[in-house]
């Protein structure tokens, strides 16, 4: 007999509904997962607005996971029923060129567990042993959940590759833009601006560590940098919004010579951007795509208690609350950050 889970899909824009899901045997190396907790990404929440550029409806949602490991393939000899675990949610082909020399991020057939039918908000999850990572003894399972996206944000800040004393700017107030904020302090930036729009996250921004906050709604966030950084503007700056806008700005906010990332996931994949200031300013702009090799040094710094990770978990809700989960995160000027679903705690 199959065995079943329910498993929480994105069926129309704005809409969570709970299918029942087979729970296929385990493959010889792969294992079986109690979830403990799922976070909301924001790429759930473009899927949610049925707005992911690449994402069609109905999908199951959901892949910041983390559980305790309760079965294991007869293969299985990285982990153990017990472990505490943290998913890596990314599949990859390991034949392309990019997989063979290890940038799997890179891989030409990537994809992840959701998009292959398997989303994170359900109480059993299987993943291969390769890509589930033991817990540090302190971390709890929220913290667990939450080393995906900031594995993104130690990529990000990788990517930027800042020096000692950099200035940086960030712009977006969402769960990334605050993980790269509480990144790029450990990387060695001086001074760190975030902008925004939400005055309760840019508040809490102020909290973490940034130098300081503009609301872009009110002040021009590029006079705002320039003003703060004697005209000449940051030598790195992030995009963690996905809109033309704040593409722009970034480019707009670098000092001559600086470098931008771009992190944030955009609806409406062209847009136009200023040709003419990468070479009149002789700047750069570099993509960054999710992580390779990162939720080790991720769980290096949990471990060490370099990041908090759960600080910006502002509201939990039950296994069956998904749709007020993704309800609450969607309210204009929402109160929440990060938000999390407690599956089996
Ligand atoms: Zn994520
Ligand atoms: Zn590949």
Redesign the pocket.
């Known amino acids: 007999m199959t065995r079943t889970r329910p498993m929480a899909f994105v069926t129309a824009p704005g809409k969570i509904e709970f299918r029942d899901e087979p729970l296929p045997p385990l493959n010889p190396t792969e294992v079986l997962i109690s979830v403990k907790v799922t976070t909301i990404c924001g790429s759930d929440l473009h899927i949610f607005k049925g707005k992911h550029p690449s994402v069609e409806l109905p999908i199951p949602v959901g892949h910041e996971i983390a559980g305790e490991i309760i079965e294991v393939g007869a293969e299985v000899t990285m982990v153990e029923p017990g472990d505490r675990v943290a998913v890596e949610p990314v599949l ?5 060129a ?2 063979q020399r290890g940038d ?1 991020h890179l ?3 990537i994809s992840f567990q959701y998009r292959r039918g398997q989303g994170g908000f359900t109480p059993w999850f299987i993943a291969d042993q390769r890509w589930v990572h033991r817990l540090p003894e302190s971390a709890s399972y929220l913290e667990g959940a939450l080393v995906e996206p900031m594995s993104v944000c130690v990529h990000a800040v990788r990517r930027a590759a800042p020096t000692l004393g950099d200035r940086a700017a960030i712009f977006g107030d969402g769960a990334i833009a605050q993980y790269i904020l509480q990144a790029a302090q450990l990387a060695g930036i001086s001074s760190v601006y975030l902008a925004g729009i939400n005055d309760l996250r840019l508040a809490k921004a102020l909290e973490w560590g940034a130098t300081g906050v503009v609301n872009s709604l009110q002040t021009d966030p590029v006079v705002f940098i320039q003003e703060h950084t004697g005209g000449l503007g940051v030598e790195r700056s992030f995009e963690a919004v996905g809109i033309r806008q704040t593409l722009v700005q970034a480019l707009q906010a670098l000092k001559k010579g600086g470098t931008s990332v771009l992190v944030g996931l955009f609806e409406q994949p062209e847009v136009t951007i200023p040709a003419n200031i990468f070479v009149h300013k002789e700047i750069g702009l570099l993509g960054s795509q999710g992580y390779a090799w990162d939720f080790q040094r991720t769980l290096e710094l949990v471990g060490n208690g370099r990041v908090q990770l759960d600080a910006i978990v502002t509201h939990q809700f039950g296994f069956g609350e998904v749709q007020q989960a993704f309800d609450l995160l969607m309210q204009p000027n929402t109160p929440a950050i990060k938000v999390a679903v407690m599956i089996d705690e």
């Open positions: 990859v082909c390991d034949a392309c990019f997989c799997y891989c030409n057939n």
